[in-house]
Structures are given as structure tokens and as C-alpha cells.
T-cell receptor
């Protein structure tokens, strides 16, 4: 259980285009999902917290108009990188929060590698 | 600011030996800690967690130790196998950070056959 998927797993696009990344919790419902980005040989940096049915909460320095987040259902959150530029090339990882009797844990998706040419 | 960090960026061990990966945290209000394993090109995989009211927790071949006095967290892997080769991150949650996970810088574990 507690499987999170992402689609696509990797994408190459031209500068100026928009790219949508999907994050799905496959076997549980997640009212909260998180989006991270990770540069090579670095740790994960939280970009935003996605809340089902409400606006996402963005971390300082993350442009909300650049990285659009939609959490329309309890199993799906999407991240759209608008007008992508080469500096947006990165590994984007989502996680979904699972609430259980013992507490809550975040389960991560496999990541989406974005390369902007 | 508050941060979670690691002492060693790379750890090389012989197959079959035990591995110990360390993590120092600075937010004394953190009450929940998690170790994640990340293989190349993949997302982090949950390994084991521990709450601040505990000082030790064991899983299958893994043990997490928490020393709140010195704000230190460690992950012990018994009988390390080649499949354990990955980057390991500790993460903390709680205190002022609320529900947000704060990740350490990561330690690369390399297992030599």
C-alpha cells in the first residue's frame, strides 16, 4: 500500500512551453500533497504544499504564477511549469500525506525529470 | 536558521558489514524524524521513522537511534547489501515547521562487493 505515482517520468521540452506533471495517490486518499524539486547531488527542496479543494501554499522564493498547482481531487495533484526555461530543468518529486492510526507519513512519487532546451 | 544536516557526505562499506549513517538536527522542537532512501533517478523511499518520545526503533535490518540531548539521529543498517547503495536522507518535522518536512543534505552509501 501507500503508492504514489507521477506522470510523466521524464520530459524534454522547448523553452517557452508549459509542462504539466501529475501526482497520484493510488491506494489512499491524500488531502495534502507536497511538491519538491531536487537538483543533482542536492537534497529535496519543498516548493509548495497542495491542499485538496483550496489554494496551494508556496514556499518563499517560489513563484506561484510560474508553478501552478491544482489539487482537484483526493488522489490527484498537478504541477504545471509555465513558460519553462532551461533553469527550470530539474527533478520534480511529489509526496502525499497518509494519515494512519500511528500518525502521518509522507510517501513519495518516483519523480519527474524535466529538461528544458 | 533551523536545519538538519549530515556529518558524512559519502560512506563506503564492505558488503556484509554494518553501516551507520548520522544526522544532526538543530530544531529542538522537532518531534518526528524519518529516514528515506533514494536510488539514482528515483523518488525517496520511506525506510523508518521515530517520534521524539522514543530513543530507538527497529525495523527489518535497520535501526534508528535518536539522542535528543545532543540532537543526533542515526540509521544503522545490518549486514549491508549491494542493494542498499543509495543516498540516505534524514528529515524532521514539527515545532515551528508544523507539517513541513525539512530534509538533510544526504549521505551516499556505497557498498563494495
Amino acid at each position: 500500500g501507500a503508492v504514489v505515482s507521477q506522470h510523466p517520468s521524464w520530459v524534454i521540452c522547448k523553452s517557452g512551453t508549459s509542462v504539466k506533471i501529475e501526482c497520484r495517490s493510488l491506494d489512499f486518499q491524500a488531502t495534502t500533497m507536497f511538491w519538491y524539486r531536487q537538483f543533482p547531488k542536492q537534497s529535496l527542496m519543498l516548493m509548495a504544499t497542495s491542499n485538496e479543494g483550496s489554494k496551494a501554499t508556496y514556499e518563499q522564493g517560489v513563484e506561484k504564477d510560474k508553478f501552478l498547482i491544482n489539487h482537484a481531487s483526493l488522489t490527484l495533484s498537478t504541477l504545471t511549469v509555465t513558460s519553462a526555461h532551461p533553469e527550470d530543468s530539474s527533478f520534480y518529486i511529489c509526496s502525499a500525506k497518509l494519515l494512519a492510526e500511528g500518525g502521518e507519513t509522507q510517501y513519495f512519487g518516483p519523480g519527474t525529470r524535466l529538461l528544458v532546451l | 536558521g533551523e536545519s538538519v544536516g549530515l556529518h558524512l557526505p559519502t560512506l563506503s562499506v564492505q558488503e556484509g558489514d554494518n553501516s551507520i549513517i548520522n544526522c544532526a538536527y538543530s530544531n529542538s522542537a522537532s518531534d518526528y524524524f524519518i529516514w528515506y532512501k533514494q536510488e539514482s533517478g528515483k523518488g525517496p523511499q520511506f525506510i523508518i521513522d521515530i517520534r521524539s518520545n522514543m530513543d530507538k526503533r527497529q525495523g527489518q535490518r535497520v535501526t534508528v537511534l535518536l539522542n535528543k540531548t545532543v540532537k543526533h539521529l542515526s540509521l544503522q543498517i545490518a549486514a549491508t547489501q549491494p542493494g542498499d547503495s543509495a543516498v540516505y536522507f534524514c528529515a524532521e518535522k514539527g515545532g515551528d515547521a508544523g507539517n513541513m518536512l525539512t530534509f538533510g543534505g544526504g549521505t551516499r552509501l556505497m557498498v563494495k562487493p
